[in-house]
């Protein structure tokens, strides 16, 4: 008896093409995305007389490209934050409708959480439930004195 | 019996392999901004072309951009990626290939950016893998659509009719 191959793996699906944090991600008229200023490390500016363990508001945009492949239907997607000290906590959920294929959905997530701590923070991206990616983010917290401006700066080789 | 520690170190991984018109790379804070994100590139036949066009030995050219975004998970080092295009009949080519060292924060990894001129005379879904030391880390998919105008008998001021190739 012939063995059962594996599945065609580009058949396999839902799966995520793109998870990121953005300055803002752009839609245009003819309701094409772009995402503006990538980053994955931010300088979050910290208010005057803020004292050690209080929290800092922090509003960035996420973004993320998920495929249907096999999959259908709706289904739920997740953004749930993790500190450094590995306290986890959902910062977005949404709706995810697959139509098979090729087909995908764009999500944009105008995220505001607050944190604690600077750090290494990981963003982990889940489909009903199921984790499928993680990005992380450097958080480094600047003193008002030093500038004025927040500044988020990619770290990673840009490279053409 | 005490369970075995899992090691924090993961392997380097991707997070965006997107399809794109244009890349920016700002060169102040070196951030890379994705414009207009694709799935789609429609390509049009000129009405002055020979109805065999494009055929096999005459190709039409697909161009867009390829944005791949690794992390390395604390993994530096030397890593050498590279990618793979398959097009709707199956056939395979490697288009890219590079050694790259990836910064070492966890952080940190590398971004590669292609520029990809598709010669082709059927459209169809054709599937880009990106691969990492070998290993496939992800795919995704871009139709490539060939529209044929046709000149209706009424004469060239008419609507134009489209038609889907593939």
Known sequence: ?160 | MAKKSRSNKRKPYLVAMLFCDQILEDKNDRTISLIRAIDQVDLHVPRSSPEDYPNEANRMVASFSTFLSFKSCGNSGRHTVHCIMESPSGKKGRVFEQAFDFTSEPHGGANFILHSAVKVYKGGIFWLYAYLDGKRVGRAPIRILIHRHQLDKEGPNAPDQEQADG
């Not at chain 1, 096999?70 to 450094?84: N, Q, T």
């Open chain 1, 1 to 160: 008896m012939a063995k059962k191959g594996k599945p065609k793996a580009s058949t396999a699906g839902p799966y995520i093409n793109a998870a990121v944090f953005c300055e803002y991600p752009i839609e245009d008229t003819k309701d094409m995305i772009s995402v503006i200023k990538i980053f994955d490390r931010i300088e979050a500016e910290l208010p005057a007389g803020f004292k050690a363990g209080e929290r800092v508001i922090m509003n960035t945009w996420f973004f993320v490209a998920a495929k249907a492949g096999d999959a259908k239907g709706k289904h739920k997607l997740e953004l749930v934050l993790i500190e450094p000290n590995g306290t986890r906590g959902i910062v977005s959920e949404s709706d995810l409708l697959l139509l098979g294929d090729e087909h995908g959905q764009f999500l944009r997530a105008n995220l505001n959480f607050s944190i604690q701590a600077g750090g290494l923070y990981w963003m982990d991206v889940l489909i009903d439930g199921k984790s499928f990616t993680r990005t992380p983010l450097r958080v480094v917290f600047r003193q008002p004195s030093k500038a004025t401006e927040k500044t988020p700066l990619a770290s990673t080789n840009p490279h053409a």
